[in-house]
Protein backbone atom coordinates (compact mmCIF):
# COMPACT_ATOMS: atom_id res chain seq x y z
CA UNK A 1 0.00 0.00 0.00
CA UNK A 2 0.79 3.42 -0.12
CA UNK A 3 -0.11 7.07 0.69
CA UNK A 4 -2.77 7.35 -2.29
CA UNK A 5 -4.79 4.03 -1.28
CA UNK A 6 -7.45 1.95 -3.54
CA UNK A 7 -10.49 0.55 -1.92
CA UNK A 8 -9.21 1.94 1.85
CA UNK A 9 -12.93 1.38 2.93
CA UNK A 10 -12.84 -2.20 2.76
CA UNK A 11 -10.09 -2.74 4.99
CA UNK A 12 -10.36 -3.48 8.57
CA UNK A 13 -10.05 -1.57 11.60
CA UNK A 14 -6.80 -2.65 12.53
CA UNK A 15 -5.46 -2.60 9.08
CA UNK A 16 -6.91 0.83 8.61
CA UNK A 17 -5.16 1.85 11.88
CA UNK A 18 -1.71 0.17 10.53
CA UNK A 19 -1.91 1.85 7.20
CA UNK A 20 -2.61 5.31 9.13
CA UNK A 21 0.20 4.79 11.76
CA UNK A 22 2.76 4.24 9.25
CA UNK A 23 1.72 7.07 6.64
CA UNK A 24 -0.03 9.68 8.32
CA UNK A 25 1.01 9.26 12.54
CA UNK A 26 4.61 7.70 11.83
CA UNK A 27 6.14 10.38 14.54
CA UNK A 28 3.46 9.23 17.00
CA UNK A 29 4.88 5.89 18.68
CA UNK A 30 1.21 6.01 20.35
CA UNK A 31 -1.25 6.46 17.74
CA UNK A 32 -2.63 3.39 17.71
CA UNK A 33 -2.83 3.36 21.40
CA UNK A 34 -4.70 6.73 21.17
CA UNK A 35 -7.46 5.58 18.95
CA UNK A 36 -7.90 2.21 20.64
CA UNK A 37 -8.41 4.02 23.90
CA UNK A 38 -11.60 5.31 22.77
CA UNK A 39 -13.07 2.30 21.81
CA UNK A 40 -16.05 0.86 23.74
CA UNK A 41 -15.62 -2.39 24.97
CA UNK A 42 -19.21 -2.94 24.69
CA UNK A 43 -18.49 -4.77 21.15
CA UNK A 44 -22.17 -3.93 20.04
CA UNK A 45 -22.59 -0.24 20.94
CA UNK A 46 -18.86 -0.17 19.28
CA UNK A 47 -20.72 -1.57 16.13
CA UNK A 48 -23.06 0.79 16.00
CA UNK A 49 -20.62 3.76 15.94
CA UNK A 50 -18.70 1.71 13.18
CA UNK A 51 -21.88 1.97 11.18
CA UNK A 52 -22.44 5.39 11.48
CA UNK A 53 -19.66 6.50 8.94
CA UNK A 54 -17.47 5.14 6.44
CA UNK A 55 -13.81 4.64 8.13
CA UNK A 56 -14.46 4.42 11.59
CA UNK A 57 -11.55 4.18 13.64
CA UNK A 58 -12.48 5.23 16.78
CA UNK A 59 -15.26 7.04 18.72
CA UNK A 60 -14.71 11.20 19.52
CA UNK A 61 -15.85 11.78 23.18
CA UNK A 62 -17.67 15.35 23.65
CA UNK A 63 -18.90 15.80 27.20
CA UNK A 64 -22.43 15.28 27.82
CA UNK A 65 -23.57 17.52 30.63
CA UNK A 66 -27.54 19.17 31.90
CA UNK A 67 -28.32 22.05 32.80
CA UNK A 68 -31.42 21.82 35.28
CA UNK A 69 -33.97 24.14 36.45
CA UNK A 70 -35.35 25.26 32.99
CA UNK A 71 -39.06 26.14 33.32
CA UNK A 72 -40.79 26.21 29.88
CA UNK A 73 -44.28 27.44 29.28
CA UNK A 74 -45.20 26.26 32.79
CA UNK A 75 -43.19 22.73 32.65
CA UNK A 76 -40.04 21.95 33.82
CA UNK A 77 -37.02 20.66 31.92
CA UNK A 78 -33.57 19.39 32.62
CA UNK A 79 -31.69 20.08 28.95
CA UNK A 80 -29.04 17.68 28.09
CA UNK A 81 -26.07 19.70 26.29
CA UNK A 82 -23.15 17.97 24.54
CA UNK A 83 -20.23 20.83 24.27
CA UNK A 84 -16.66 21.22 25.11
CA UNK A 85 -16.80 24.49 25.83
CA UNK A 86 -16.57 25.02 29.74
CA UNK A 87 -19.02 27.71 30.61
CA UNK A 88 -21.62 26.81 28.41
CA UNK A 89 -23.52 24.42 30.67
CA UNK A 90 -23.14 26.13 34.30
CA UNK A 91 -24.26 29.54 31.93
CA UNK A 92 -26.88 27.88 30.65
CA UNK A 93 -27.89 26.35 34.23
CA UNK A 94 -27.21 29.73 36.10
CA UNK A 95 -29.48 31.57 34.15
CA UNK A 96 -32.43 28.88 34.08
CA UNK A 97 -32.43 29.37 37.74
CA UNK A 98 -32.54 32.91 37.10
CA UNK A 99 -35.75 33.11 35.28
CA UNK A 100 -37.31 29.77 37.24
CA UNK A 101 -38.74 32.45 39.96
CA UNK A 102 -39.07 35.31 37.26
CA UNK A 103 -42.21 33.18 35.32
CA UNK A 104 -39.79 30.97 33.21
CA UNK A 105 -39.63 30.96 29.44
CA UNK A 106 -42.25 31.23 27.42
CA UNK A 107 -41.88 29.81 23.93
CA UNK A 108 -44.23 29.03 20.60
CA UNK A 109 -43.89 27.40 17.58
CA UNK A 110 -45.11 29.98 14.19
CA UNK A 111 -44.87 27.18 11.79
CA UNK A 112 -43.31 23.81 10.94
CA UNK A 113 -43.39 23.99 6.83
CA UNK A 114 -40.03 22.33 5.05
CA UNK A 115 -38.57 23.21 1.49
CA UNK A 116 -37.88 20.96 -1.05
CA UNK A 117 -36.34 21.82 -4.44
CA UNK A 118 -36.30 20.33 -7.92
CA UNK A 119 -33.90 22.82 -9.92
CA UNK A 120 -34.46 22.63 -13.75
CA UNK A 121 -33.12 24.46 -17.00
CA UNK A 122 -35.32 25.13 -20.32
CA UNK A 123 -35.44 27.43 -22.78
CA UNK A 124 -38.46 26.93 -24.61
CA UNK A 125 -41.41 28.96 -24.53
CA UNK A 126 -42.51 30.07 -20.51
CA UNK A 127 -46.65 29.47 -21.33
CA UNK A 128 -45.74 25.94 -22.83
CA UNK A 129 -43.95 25.29 -19.50
CA UNK A 130 -46.53 26.64 -16.80
CA UNK A 131 -49.49 24.87 -18.86
CA UNK A 132 -47.07 21.73 -18.47
CA UNK A 133 -46.54 22.06 -15.19
CA UNK A 134 -50.68 22.61 -14.70
CA UNK A 135 -50.98 19.28 -16.15
CA UNK A 136 -48.49 17.65 -14.46
CA UNK A 137 -49.40 18.74 -11.08
CA UNK A 138 -51.40 15.92 -9.43
CA UNK A 139 -49.34 13.28 -11.23
CA UNK A 140 -46.74 14.99 -9.16
CA UNK A 141 -48.53 14.30 -6.00
CA UNK A 142 -49.63 10.99 -7.17
CA UNK A 143 -45.43 9.08 -8.04
CA UNK A 144 -45.35 10.25 -4.48
CA UNK A 145 -47.79 8.44 -2.89
CA UNK A 146 -46.05 5.82 -1.76
CA UNK A 147 -43.55 7.34 -0.29
CA UNK A 148 -45.75 9.68 1.81
CA UNK A 149 -48.16 7.34 2.86
CA UNK A 150 -47.04 6.55 6.20
CA UNK A 151 -46.59 10.63 6.67
CA UNK A 152 -49.70 11.29 5.68
CA UNK A 153 -51.37 8.97 8.07
CA UNK A 154 -49.30 10.89 10.43
CA UNK A 155 -50.75 13.95 9.48
CA UNK A 156 -47.99 15.13 7.04
CA UNK A 157 -46.95 15.20 3.39
CA UNK A 158 -46.98 17.49 0.69
CA UNK A 159 -48.50 20.49 1.25
CA UNK A 160 -48.17 22.35 -2.20
CA UNK A 161 -45.73 22.29 -5.45
CA UNK A 162 -45.05 25.60 -7.12
CA UNK A 163 -43.48 26.52 -10.19
CA UNK A 164 -40.78 29.44 -9.81
CA UNK A 165 -39.09 30.95 -12.61
CA UNK A 166 -35.74 32.24 -11.96
CA UNK A 167 -34.82 33.14 -15.06
CA UNK A 168 -34.35 36.90 -13.94
CA UNK A 169 -31.45 35.45 -11.83
CA UNK A 170 -29.76 33.10 -13.58
CA UNK A 171 -30.75 32.44 -17.74
CA UNK A 172 -33.24 29.51 -17.96
CA UNK A 173 -33.61 28.38 -14.28
CA UNK A 174 -36.46 27.40 -12.62
CA UNK A 175 -37.58 25.23 -9.76
CA UNK A 176 -40.65 23.66 -8.54
CA UNK A 177 -40.79 24.71 -4.91
CA UNK A 178 -42.34 22.25 -2.67
CA UNK A 179 -43.21 22.57 0.55
CA UNK A 180 -43.82 19.98 3.44
CA UNK A 181 -45.01 19.11 6.66
CA UNK A 182 -42.88 16.46 8.34
CA UNK A 183 -44.33 15.84 11.59
CA UNK A 184 -41.91 14.72 14.49
CA UNK A 185 -39.30 13.59 12.07
CA UNK A 186 -36.60 16.13 10.58
CA UNK A 187 -37.84 14.64 6.91
CA UNK A 188 -34.77 14.96 5.04
CA UNK A 189 -34.70 11.63 3.46
CA UNK A 190 -38.79 12.07 2.67
CA UNK A 191 -37.90 15.04 1.01
CA UNK A 192 -35.51 14.10 -1.07
CA UNK A 193 -36.74 10.51 -2.22
CA UNK A 194 -40.18 12.67 -2.98
CA UNK A 195 -37.70 15.04 -5.00
CA UNK A 196 -36.27 12.71 -7.25
CA UNK A 197 -39.76 10.82 -7.29
CA UNK A 198 -40.84 14.25 -9.30
CA UNK A 199 -38.00 15.23 -10.86
CA UNK A 200 -37.96 11.62 -12.57
CA UNK A 201 -42.14 12.29 -13.50
CA UNK A 202 -41.31 15.72 -14.29
CA UNK A 203 -38.46 15.49 -16.92
CA UNK A 204 -38.81 15.26 -20.68
CA UNK A 205 -36.93 16.37 -23.62
CA UNK A 206 -36.90 20.41 -23.56
CA UNK A 207 -36.14 20.37 -19.37
CA UNK A 208 -32.73 19.58 -18.10
CA UNK A 209 -33.21 17.86 -14.45
CA UNK A 210 -30.34 20.18 -12.85
CA UNK A 211 -30.49 18.55 -9.19
CA UNK A 212 -33.44 17.59 -6.31
CA UNK A 213 -32.46 18.61 -2.75
CA UNK A 214 -34.10 19.92 0.32
CA UNK A 215 -33.36 23.19 1.34
CA UNK A 216 -31.83 23.98 4.73
CA UNK A 217 -33.39 27.31 4.67
CA UNK A 218 -36.61 26.88 6.41
CA UNK A 219 -37.69 30.51 7.37
CA UNK A 220 -41.40 29.13 8.32
CA UNK A 221 -40.55 26.38 10.63
CA UNK A 222 -39.96 29.01 12.82
CA UNK A 223 -40.29 29.32 16.96
CA UNK A 224 -40.33 31.96 18.86
CA UNK A 225 -39.05 31.77 22.39
CA UNK A 226 -39.01 35.08 25.68
CA UNK A 227 -38.65 35.86 28.84
CA UNK A 228 -40.39 39.12 30.69
CA UNK A 229 -39.87 40.60 34.16
CA UNK A 230 -39.75 44.22 35.42
CA UNK A 231 -36.76 45.37 35.31
CA UNK A 232 -35.93 46.07 38.89
CA UNK A 233 -36.18 42.23 39.36
CA UNK A 234 -32.78 42.10 36.59
CA UNK A 235 -30.30 43.17 39.32
CA UNK A 236 -29.98 43.15 42.95
CA UNK A 237 -29.10 46.82 42.67
CA UNK A 238 -29.85 48.59 39.15
CA UNK A 239 -31.49 46.60 37.07
CA UNK A 240 -32.52 49.94 35.15
CA UNK A 241 -28.49 49.83 33.98
CA UNK A 242 -28.60 46.03 33.74
CA UNK A 243 -31.70 46.28 31.02
CA UNK A 244 -30.27 49.64 29.24
CA UNK A 245 -27.01 47.91 28.72
CA UNK A 246 -28.51 44.50 27.71
CA UNK A 247 -30.34 46.39 25.23
CA UNK A 248 -27.45 48.46 23.72
CA UNK A 249 -25.56 44.76 23.60
CA UNK A 250 -28.24 43.37 20.97
CA UNK A 251 -28.71 47.26 19.40
CA UNK A 252 -24.51 46.91 18.78
CA UNK A 253 -25.20 43.43 16.98
CA UNK A 254 -27.83 44.73 15.19
CA UNK A 255 -25.81 47.35 13.22
CA UNK A 256 -22.31 45.48 13.49
CA UNK A 257 -22.04 42.18 11.55
CA UNK A 258 -18.46 41.69 13.79
CA UNK A 259 -20.15 41.84 16.43
CA UNK A 260 -23.14 40.27 15.09
CA UNK A 261 -21.41 36.94 14.57
CA UNK A 262 -20.17 36.66 17.79
CA UNK A 263 -22.98 37.36 19.47
CA UNK A 264 -24.97 35.03 17.22
CA UNK A 265 -22.23 32.18 18.09
CA UNK A 266 -22.95 32.64 21.77
CA UNK A 267 -27.01 31.62 20.70
CA UNK A 268 -25.36 28.80 18.78
CA UNK A 269 -23.41 27.73 21.80
CA UNK A 270 -26.74 26.85 23.49
CA UNK A 271 -28.34 25.40 20.76
CA UNK A 272 -25.84 23.46 18.86
CA UNK A 273 -25.06 21.56 22.25
CA UNK A 274 -28.64 20.27 22.58
CA UNK A 275 -29.29 19.60 18.61
CA UNK A 276 -26.03 17.24 19.25
CA UNK A 277 -27.47 16.09 22.25
CA UNK A 278 -30.41 15.05 20.93
CA UNK A 279 -29.30 13.45 17.77
CA UNK A 280 -30.25 16.30 15.36
CA UNK A 281 -27.97 17.63 12.49
CA UNK A 282 -25.97 20.76 14.12
CA UNK A 283 -24.93 21.47 10.25
CA UNK A 284 -28.34 22.06 8.80
CA UNK A 285 -29.32 23.88 12.00
CA UNK A 286 -26.71 26.14 11.50
CA UNK A 287 -26.46 26.87 8.17
CA UNK A 288 -30.23 27.79 8.37
CA UNK A 289 -29.85 29.97 11.31
CA UNK A 290 -27.23 32.17 10.17
CA UNK A 291 -29.30 32.74 6.78
CA UNK A 292 -31.88 33.86 8.89
CA UNK A 293 -30.18 36.27 10.36
CA UNK A 294 -29.23 37.37 7.26
CA UNK A 295 -32.36 37.76 6.01
CA UNK A 296 -32.99 41.70 5.44
CA UNK A 297 -29.55 41.73 3.54
CA UNK A 298 -27.69 42.52 6.33
CA UNK A 299 -26.54 39.69 9.02
CA UNK A 300 -28.18 40.86 12.37
CA UNK A 301 -28.72 39.47 15.84
CA UNK A 302 -31.14 36.35 16.10
CA UNK A 303 -32.33 37.96 19.63
CA UNK A 304 -34.42 41.26 20.26
CA UNK A 305 -34.56 43.19 23.69
CA UNK A 306 -37.04 45.54 24.28
CA UNK A 307 -37.61 47.36 27.66
CA UNK A 308 -41.48 48.87 27.37
CA UNK A 309 -43.72 50.01 30.41
CA UNK A 310 -40.82 48.95 32.81
CA UNK A 311 -40.75 45.50 31.67
CA UNK A 312 -37.74 43.94 29.89
CA UNK A 313 -38.30 41.58 27.47
CA UNK A 314 -35.33 39.25 25.75
CA UNK A 315 -36.66 37.17 23.00
CA UNK A 316 -35.66 34.87 19.85
CA UNK A 317 -37.27 34.17 16.98
CA UNK A 318 -35.33 31.20 15.01
CA UNK A 319 -35.64 28.71 11.82
CA UNK A 320 -35.19 24.93 13.07
CA UNK A 321 -36.05 21.56 11.43
CA UNK A 322 -35.56 19.13 14.18
CA UNK A 323 -36.53 15.69 14.13
CA UNK A 324 -37.65 13.12 17.27
CA UNK A 325 -38.29 10.03 15.29
CA UNK A 326 -35.97 8.31 12.94
CA UNK A 327 -32.49 9.26 12.36
CA UNK A 328 -29.81 8.96 14.95
CA UNK A 329 -32.41 9.89 17.37
CA UNK A 330 -33.43 6.49 17.60
CA UNK A 331 -30.45 4.77 17.41
CA UNK A 332 -27.77 6.53 19.15
CA UNK A 333 -28.66 5.09 22.91
CA UNK A 334 -27.47 8.74 24.12
CA UNK A 335 -29.91 10.60 21.69
CA UNK A 336 -32.47 8.69 22.80
CA UNK A 337 -31.81 9.19 26.52
CA UNK A 338 -31.54 13.24 25.75
CA UNK A 339 -35.25 12.98 24.81
CA UNK A 340 -36.56 10.78 27.35
CA UNK A 341 -34.81 13.39 29.55
CA UNK A 342 -36.81 15.86 28.09
CA UNK A 343 -40.33 13.72 28.20
CA UNK A 344 -40.27 12.75 24.77
CA UNK A 345 -41.20 15.86 23.01
CA UNK A 346 -42.77 16.43 19.57
CA UNK A 347 -40.41 18.05 17.46
CA UNK A 348 -42.29 21.35 18.19
CA UNK A 349 -41.34 20.62 21.54
CA UNK A 350 -38.06 20.02 21.14
CA UNK A 351 -38.05 23.73 18.79
CA UNK A 352 -39.36 25.31 21.54
CA UNK A 353 -36.53 23.80 24.13
CA UNK A 354 -33.61 24.55 22.02
CA UNK A 355 -34.87 27.96 21.00
CA UNK A 356 -35.02 28.67 25.39
CA UNK A 357 -31.61 27.13 25.21
CA UNK A 358 -30.31 29.26 22.53
CA UNK A 359 -32.02 32.49 24.20
CA UNK A 360 -30.87 31.55 27.94
CA UNK A 361 -27.23 31.32 26.37
CA UNK A 362 -27.35 34.69 24.52
CA UNK A 363 -28.65 36.06 28.07
CA UNK A 364 -26.07 34.81 29.62
CA UNK A 365 -23.34 35.93 27.08
CA UNK A 366 -24.61 39.89 27.18
CA UNK A 367 -24.59 39.70 31.00
CA UNK A 368 -20.89 38.61 31.78
CA UNK A 369 -20.09 40.84 29.10
CA UNK A 370 -21.92 44.01 30.21
CA UNK A 371 -21.50 43.89 33.84
CA UNK A 372 -18.38 41.88 34.92
CA UNK A 373 -16.78 41.12 31.74
CA UNK A 374 -16.63 37.38 30.19
CA UNK A 375 -13.49 36.14 31.34
CA UNK A 376 -14.13 35.74 35.23
CA UNK A 377 -16.99 33.30 34.36
CA UNK A 378 -14.89 31.71 31.43
CA UNK A 379 -11.54 30.96 32.95
CA UNK A 380 -13.35 29.75 36.22
CA UNK A 381 -14.59 27.06 34.51
CA UNK A 382 -11.31 26.39 32.29
CA UNK A 383 -9.05 26.58 35.51
CA UNK A 384 -9.80 22.80 35.48
CA UNK A 385 -8.69 22.29 32.01
CA UNK A 386 -5.39 24.52 33.11
CA UNK A 387 -4.51 22.23 35.56
CA UNK A 388 -5.47 19.09 34.02
CA UNK A 389 -2.72 20.10 31.36
CA UNK A 390 -0.14 21.01 34.11
CA UNK A 391 -1.33 17.73 35.27
CA UNK A 392 -1.53 18.94 38.30
CA UNK A 393 -2.80 16.04 41.44
CA UNK A 394 -6.37 16.38 43.07
CA UNK A 395 -4.23 18.17 45.87
CA UNK A 396 -2.65 20.53 43.77
CA UNK A 397 -5.72 21.44 41.98
CA UNK A 398 -7.58 22.14 45.27
CA UNK A 399 -4.87 24.20 46.88
CA UNK A 400 -4.67 26.37 43.53
CA UNK A 401 -8.47 26.70 43.13
CA UNK A 402 -8.34 28.14 46.81
CA UNK A 403 -5.36 30.30 46.13
CA UNK A 404 -6.94 31.71 43.02
CA UNK A 405 -10.53 31.94 44.44
CA UNK A 406 -11.91 35.62 43.30
CA UNK A 407 -9.10 36.09 41.55
CA UNK A 408 -9.00 36.25 37.46
CA UNK A 409 -7.59 32.99 36.27
CA UNK A 410 -4.87 33.37 33.61
CA UNK A 411 -3.00 30.09 32.32
CA UNK A 412 0.98 31.80 33.55
CA UNK A 413 -1.24 32.53 37.10
CA UNK A 414 -1.44 29.43 37.64
CA UNK A 415 1.58 27.93 36.60
CA UNK A 416 2.64 30.42 39.23
CA UNK A 417 0.80 29.21 41.92
CA UNK A 418 1.46 25.76 40.97
CA UNK A 419 5.37 26.34 41.13
CA UNK A 420 4.70 28.04 44.40
CA UNK A 421 3.18 25.00 45.47
CA UNK A 422 5.22 22.50 44.32
CA UNK A 423 8.24 24.11 45.48
C1 LIG B 1 -18.11 32.41 23.46
O1 LIG B 1 -18.20 31.06 23.12
C2 LIG B 1 -19.40 33.11 23.15
C3 LIG B 1 -19.37 34.62 23.35
O2 LIG B 1 -18.30 35.22 22.62
C4 LIG B 1 -20.71 35.16 22.88
C5 LIG B 1 -20.81 36.66 22.85
O3 LIG B 1 -19.79 37.35 22.72
O4 LIG B 1 -21.97 37.13 22.93
C6 LIG B 1 -19.14 34.98 24.79
Redesign the pocket.
Known amino acids: MSKLVSGFSKLNKEEKIAWLSSYFLKDNTNASDILRLYWNSDKKLQQLHDDFIENTVSNYYMPFGVAPNFIINGKHYTIPMAIE ?1 SSVVAAASLVAKFWSDKGGFKAEVVNTIKVGQVHFMYDGDKRDLREYFSTKKTDLISVTNDITENMRKRGGGILNIELRDKTAELENYYQLHVTFETMDSMGANFINSCLEAMAQEFKKDDIQIVMSILSNYVPECLVKAEVSCEVEKLHPTNGALFAKKMKQAVDIANVDPHRAV ?2 N ?2 VM ?1 GIDAVVIATGNDFRAVEAGVHAYAARTGKYKSLTSCKVENGIFTFSIEIPLALGTVGGLTSTHPLSKLSLEMLHNPSAKELMQVIAVAGLAQ ?1 FA ?2 RA ?1 TTTG ?1 QQGHMKMHLGNILNQLEATPEEKEAVTKELSGKTVSYSGVSDVLKKIRA
Open positions: ETHKGNNALLI
